[in-house]
């Protein structure tokens, strides 16, 4: 495949598909050299979409199906019924080495367990994890598990700590990078078992690709001084949404303070420029794309409500995951 | 003791004590009636401090200790070697009766071990439970445990959904007060199996102070359908924590996008009391004081680090659990 990557899409998964979906390929093929796209759904729908947005006819192929995951459908009957689904193909492509990665904007589940039944687990990692990148003070980090596995083993969690840190690598390609647990900091009580086991675990073995820092408590997760916090998936779900919630809240309540009043809907206005730094900065468009480690194919999952410039730093995150060797790296580090 | 509640207070623990803790007095007597004020510390230092700030010596004593806690100390070497501290001796008042509840600002492992060691129990209450304050876009939320049990059974969590309830009616006095159980919502994977146990127990019965709402997921804490949210203290911690850490992070993002430039800075002036009120709505020290439930008087912890007004904030909450009558509450609603 040289230097040329193919890249398998879902277009028919997450609102407003495929519509944000062929708009998001073609912004990131105006950015991105050497990627080819496999598209999987309605040709029907699909095609006057890419003549819409421009899109080279070198630069894609349309895999067409009418059927669909539903993004009310549980994990276990998409899979079931779902062989001949956008979903299924598209994962089914990688499986047969027809694509390097998979990106979709549909159902979580029916993602996740579809990718499980059709790709192998990375040799000695037991639990697939998924990743996602959060915005500190000084860059971007990445956290696992968000969800994929409510109890851990210390084992889990030191795979997750390697694989956490090589999706760093393949990202933003740091020269060392820095990994801590997120525990919580009162003395008597820190941690349970299992943390400690890991705590000791990575403690005591030095890893080529990772610096281990300890324990990191919630508040610390956004100073930017750790590159990858390693959880089980509840607390690492617990902790995602609750930063989501937070934020939302904040944004809401300083958007209603700045246009309760004409002055300040004129000062605001006044202002526009930096709010809108501001607002770039935390547009949760750019950190769209959780990342399912474990598999030996990168399966890269779009915010199913995001929109087009979403969907194309999806493609951005997957494209990096390629280029940087996400899975080469994983299998490198992991004993 | 008639209308006229007694506090005691710890006047030496936490930063700039007694100096904030004193003028925290100041602040909040002149917002209160029928409050006496027992306060246990250095009455070389405490004297000139409430000259200083005017406080009416009918209105307060001074029990002289020149023992303090230290904010280093383990919670057990406090303990053992602590019997003169003004922590230990203004939580002993309250097992003699000479106060109803106790206020302090430092070691918070200390405080909880000492009020432990002692005060009782409510009767059938296994564990105490660490509650706080947490801003929602309709009121106050209600969040527990908050770090004090990291591992809890089904009955702890049933415990802390009547003791937060009762904490929410005493502080804020709802009609109706609707808790849920803090969870992740991967339909699949729907929480471990002491939270599910939880939902069944507290779905079958039907309480009188409370409405059992279910599951509610990190982003919707702040959403304000839910007043009570209940979680063992590893997860609550972690929540608890990630949301601060998000605050912070907004905030000073916001802060150095609106100082950014001239012009920034000329329209963050104009649009200053806008800004204001939504600092206002933020400011920390509104919800400064955490409090202790489960044990027969209120025990609250101030934030060592907040300041006068911070500590004024958690007499009134300390004022308002005594005469919500929060362990009656308790007492009434436990089986």
Same mark, same amino acid.
């Given at each position: 495949?040289?230097?040329?990557?193919?890249? #398998?899409?879902?277009?028919?998964?997450?609102?407003?598909?495929?519509?944000?979906? !062929?708009?998001?390929?073609?912004?990131?093929?105006?950015?991105?050299? *050497?990627? %080819?796209?496999?598209?999987?759904?309605?040709?029907?729908?699909?095609?006057?979409?890419?003549?819409?947005?421009?899109?080279?006819?070198?630069?894609?192929?349309?895999?067409?199906?009418?059927?669909?995951?539903?993004?009310?459908?549980?994990?276990?009957?998409?899979?079931? =019924?779902?062989?001949?689904?956008?979903?299924?193909?598209?994962?089914?492509?990688?499986?047969?080495?027809?694509?390097?990665?998979?990106?979709?904007?549909?159902?979580? /589940?029916?993602?996740?367990?579809?990718?499980?039944?059709?790709?192998?687990?990375?040799?000695?990692?037991?639990?697939?994890?998924?990743?996602?990148?959060?915005?500190? =003070?000084?860059?971007? @980090?990445?956290?696992?598990?968000?969800?994929?596995?409510?109890?851990?083993?210390?084992?889990?969690?030191?795979?997750?700590?390697?694989?956490?840190?090589?999706?760093?690598?393949?990202? +933003?390609?740091?020269?060392?990078?820095?990994?801590?647990?997120?525990?919580?900091?009162?003395?008597?009580?820190?941690?349970?078992?299992?943390?400690?086991?890991? %705590?000791?675990?990575?403690?005591?073995?030095?890893?080529?690709?990772? =610096? +281990?820092?300890? %324990?990191?408590?919630?508040?610390?997760?956004?100073? /930017?001084?750790?590159?990858?916090?390693?959880?089980?998936? +509840?607390?690492?779900?617990?902790?995602?949404?609750?930063?989501?919630?937070?934020?939302?809240?904040?944004?809401?309540?300083?958007?209603?303070?700045?246009?309760?009043?004409? !002055?300040?809907?004129?000062?605001?206005?006044?202002?526009?420029?930096?709010? @809108?730094?501001?607002?770039?900065?935390?547009?949760? =468009?750019?950190?769209?794309?959780?990342?399912?480690?474990?598999?030996?194919?990168?399966?890269?999952?779009?915010?199913?409500?995001?929109?087009?410039?979403?969907? #194309? *730093?999806?493609?951005?995150?997957?494209?990096?995951?390629?280029?940087?060797?996400?899975?080469?790296?994983?299998?490198?580090?992991?004993?």
């Amino acid at each position: 495949m040289s230097n040329k990557i193919i890249i #398998a899409i879902d277009a028919m998964g997450g609102d407003d598909s495929p519509h944000k979906i !062929i708009k998001g390929i073609s912004i990131h093929s105006r950015t991105s050299d *050497n990627v %080819y796209y496999k598209i999987f759904g309605n040709k029907n729908l699909i095609d006057p979409l890419v003549k819409k947005f421009n899109i080279s006819s070198e630069l894609f192929q349309i895999i067409h199906t009418d059927k669909v995951v539903q993004g009310e459908d549980t994990a276990l009957s998409a899979a079931k =019924r779902g062989k001949q689904t956008s979903l299924w193909l598209s994962i089914e492509s990688l499986k047969h080495d027809e694509a390097h990665a998979i990106v979709s904007a549909g159902n979580t /589940g029916a993602l996740f367990l579809i990718s499980k039944l059709n790709l192998n687990m990375i040799e000695n990692i037991d639990k697939p994890a998924l990743s996602a990148l959060w915005p500190s =003070r000084k860059g971007m @980090n990445v956290v696992l598990d968000l969800g994929a596995n409510i109890e851990c083993s210390s084992k889990n969690l030191v795979d997750f700590s390697i694989m956490g840190s090589a999706l760093h690598k393949a990202l +933003f390609d740091k020269e060392k990078i820095n990994v801590a647990l997120l525990n919580i900091g009162s003395e008597e009580l820190k941690g349970n078992a299992v943390i400690k086991e890991t %705590y000791q675990l990575l403690n005591d073995k030095k890893y080529s690709l990772f =610096r +281990f820092k300890g %324990y990191i408590e919630g508040n610390n997760i956004m100073d /930017g001084d750790v590159n990858v916090i390693v959880a089980d998936g +509840f607390t690492g779900n617990i902790a995602l949404k609750t930063a989501e919630g937070t934020s939302n809240f904040i944004i809401s309540e300083l958007k209603s303070a700045l246009s309760s009043s004409l !002055i300040g809907k004129i000062s605001s206005l006044i202002n526009f420029k930096n709010l @809108n730094s501001f607002r770039k900065k935390l547009d949760p =468009r750019l950190y769209n794309g959780a990342i399912l480690l474990g598999l030996d194919k990168p399966v890269i999952k779009s915010h199913g409500a995001t929109d087009s410039i979403g969907f #194309a *730093n999806s493609l951005k995150v997957c494209e990096k995951t390629i280029r940087g060797k996400l899975i080469d790296q994983i299998k490198q580090n992991i004993l």
